[in-house]
């Protein structure tokens, strides 16, 4: 089986509530820095949340992943501060997408 790493930060924990969707567990690992020198070949996910404007921060960090050399699993995942039911679901989802 593959091993999967969740990456995330969370201040309040809007991301953090995703993060738990995504694994539906507790088992996080934090390793934001090591994982992100270490992209190229990488299936990854995106997912987080935001306070304001229309999420072109995601689509930057796309980008900057995909120019690392990052193969994307699907869609990324923002919401509006607090994740909401959809919002909860696309996570599941990704989480199951990045196992496949
Ligand atoms: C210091 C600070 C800076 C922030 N900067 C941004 C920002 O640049 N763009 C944005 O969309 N939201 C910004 N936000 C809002 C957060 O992204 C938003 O509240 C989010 O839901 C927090 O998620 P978290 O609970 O996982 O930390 C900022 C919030 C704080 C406290």
């Known amino acids: 089986?593959?091993?999967?790493?969740?990456?995330?930060w969370s201040g309040t924990g809007n991301?953090?509530?995703?993060?738990a969707?995504?694994?539906?567990?507790?088992?996080?690992?934090?390793?934001?820095?090591?994982?992100?020198a270490n992209l190229k070949g990488k299936k990854i996910a995106l997912f987080g949340s935001y306070g304001w404007g229309d999420g072109e921060?995601?689509?930057s960090w796309e980008e900057t992943c995909i120019g690392d050399g990052a193969v994307l699993a699907c869609d990324s995942v923002i919401c509006n501060e607090?994740?909401?039911?959809?919002?909860?679901?696309?996570?599941?989802?990704?989480g199951a997408a990045l196992a496949e």
Request: net charge negative; hydrophobic share 55%.
């Open 15 to 19: 991301t953090e509530a995703m993060a």
């Open 57 to 59: 921060w995601m689509r």
């Open 21 to 36: 969707a995504v694994l539906e567990e507790d088992e996080f690992e934090p390793m934001f820095s090591a994982c992100e």
């Open 82 to 94: 607090a994740p909401d039911a959809a919002a909860i679901s696309s996570c599941k989802a990704l």
């Open 1 to 8: 089986m593959s091993k999967i790493a969740v990456v995330y």
